[in-house]
């Protein structure tokens, strides 16, 4: 079946450092690709986004691109700062006509240090 | 516009208990999913709903069941809980298919 594997956190960075969290993906088909992030005490939130192999999705900073050729969409962002530390979510989404759920990674904690 | 709102946010319940979770879709949407998430995981799909019907189902045992109703909330049904039921309850709405968007989540203890 479908899946996703991230890289284990926690992730510890300087402020100003690139980040990069790596996340590849199993499916059947043509899944779109998604980052969600968790900030402490609140809900998910979509960070971005990719539906078609080559698209690159971009939100506050960050970028991932949706590589068919390695099956993967990896998390990049150039200067990471304090306010980014949350958990990040790698996800796809599994589309059977009307019906679409996610399947997820296991999230990667980030933690941003001044 | 209204977004996902999810009720009780934090509950606490004893094995063998039951548990109702309650969502209010964002306006416009009609279609509401339901996740757990286990501490430290990454959600696990429970089921969908999609015009009051259920429309897809994760591999839960049927002691988790859900409604949806005519304005397109939803509840959560869980019975006999067990100590691995102790989660985080998401509830995401979308119109069909489309882009899900998220509660804040029910904190659900089970001592």
């Known amino acids: 079946g479908n899946s996703v594997t991230q890289m284990e956190g926690p992730v510890t960075l300087s402020e100003e450092a690139f980040l990069t969290i790596n996340c590849t993906y199993t499916a059947t088909g043509y899944p779109s690709l998604f980052w969600y992030v968790q900030y402490p005490g609140e809900g998910l939130q979509l960070l971005l986004k990719?539906?078609?192999a080559d698209d690159k999705g971009s939100n506050k900073g960050f970028e991932a691109t949706y590589r068919k050729e390695t099956t993967s969409f990896h998390l990049e962002k150039g200067s990471v700062q304090v306010s980014d530390s949350a958990v990040y979510f790698c996800?796809?989404?599994?589309?059977?006509?009307?019906?679409?759920?996610?399947?997820w990674g296991l999230g990667t904690s980030l933690a941003v240090n001044p | 516009e209204t977004g996902v709102t999810q009720s009780p946010t934090h509950l606490i319940k004893t094995r063998g208990q039951q548990v109702t979770l309650r969502c209010s879709s964002q306006s416009g949407h009609n279609t509401v999913s339901w996740y757990q998430q286990a501490l430290g995981q990454g959600p696990q799909f429970i089921f969908q709903y999609y015009r009051e019907e259920e429309n897809g189902r994760g591999n839960f045992p049927p002691r988790f069941s859900g409604l949806q109703f005519p304005n397109y909330s939803s509840e959560l049904n869980v019975n006999a809980l067990e100590l691995d039921d102790s989660a985080l309850y998401l509830c995401?709405?979308?119109?069909?298919?489309?882009?899900?968007?998220f509660g804040e989540g029910s904190r659900l203890t089970v001592l």
């Open positions: 996800a796809l989404s599994d589309r059977n006509g009307n019906n679409r759920k996610l399947i």
């Open positions: 990719a539906t078609k």
């Open positions: 995401a709405s979308s119109l069909g298919a489309g882009e899900l968007f």
